[in-house]
């Protein structure tokens, strides 16, 4: 099969991202019991339920593609095509209630992302990014902002500081040092929100393939830029270390108060 997504490919993965919410939301808000996994994250019932029907769909349809997921784990990721899935991104978020939890859906051509999907159940908001088109939030063409070059006017989102390593802390605070000023705590939303134009950068660290190959397609397809902290594309064995802008010139910028 050539490097294409095909329509196809999109309806499937909106189905998988359809039933997922079925399942986050008869689970929000209700008492659950809060796991902890080897790596200290939490997961619920909810991210189990929800792999494991996002899986069956993907999988049904596209048998012979590989499955990269947060709970169910690798199988065939050597194939050229492989779907990587988050249920919940966001798990700590939804287990206390907050609504910025999202389920993230990725497909993957040869190790590179070249379509997403940002689902947020409880918000009613979807991204869908594909590459080489617009990227839509609810069914509608999005840009990302092209103006905000400077860093001095940008915002800058990251999960939490505890993200960071000794290593890390200080590259982050000096890039944060530069912004208008940092918001933590919006989990996968972030990044639709910079595709809208609503914010600017996004600096993360600690992450797994599965927490950012799907939002890349939806990033690049506004018009912003997504890379590592070295500006490298993403890929499958890209690092847990994440810069997303909305201009390429905010990026560059952004890349050397990192470095």
């Not at 709970?71 to 206390?96: L, Y």
């Not at 505890?162 to 290593?167: F, G, L, Q, V």
Request: proline residues 5%; charged residues 25%.
């Amino acid at each position: 099969m050539e490097n294409r997504v095909t329509d196809e490919h999109i309806r499937v993965a909106m189905q998988a991202a359809d039933a997922a919410r079925e399942i986050t939301l008869k689970y929000f808000r209700q008492p659950l019991e809060i796991v902890q996994k080897l790596d200290d994250s939490p997961v619920t019932i909810a991210d189990r339920e929800a792999e494991r029907l996002i899986r069956d769909i993907l999988e049904s349809a596209f048998p012979d593609y590989g499955f990269y997921g947060e709970e169910t784990g690798q199988s065939n990721i050597n194939n050229n095509w492989t779907w990587v899935v988050d249920p919940i991104d966001g798990t700590a978020s939804f287990s206390t209630g907050k609504p910025t939890f999202g389920t993230l859906i990725a497909l993957c051509y040869q190790g590179k992302p070249q379509l997403g999907i940002i689902d947020h159940a409880a918000l009613d908001d979807r991204w869908v990014g594909v590459k080489g088109r617009a990227t839509t939030y609810n069914g509608k063409p999005v840009k990302a902002n092209p103006n905000n070059t400077d860093l001095a006017s940008a915002t800058a989102y990251t999960t939490t500081p505890r993200m960071y390593t000794d290593e890390t802390l200080p590259r982050y605070q000096a890039l944060a040092d530069l912004c208008k000023f940092t918001i933590f705590g919006a989990d996968c939303l972030a990044y639709g929100l910079v595709s809208c134009g609503f914010t600017d950068l996004i600096i993360e660290a600690d992450l797994k393939p599965y927490d950012f190959m799907a939002v890349a397609p939806v990033i690049e397809g506004a018009g912003g830029v997504i890379s590592d902290w070295e500006g490298k594309e993403l890929t499958l064995e890209t690092g847990d270390q994440i810069l997303a802008a909305a201009n390429p010139s905010l990026h560059k910028k952004a890349l050397l108060a990192l470095a």
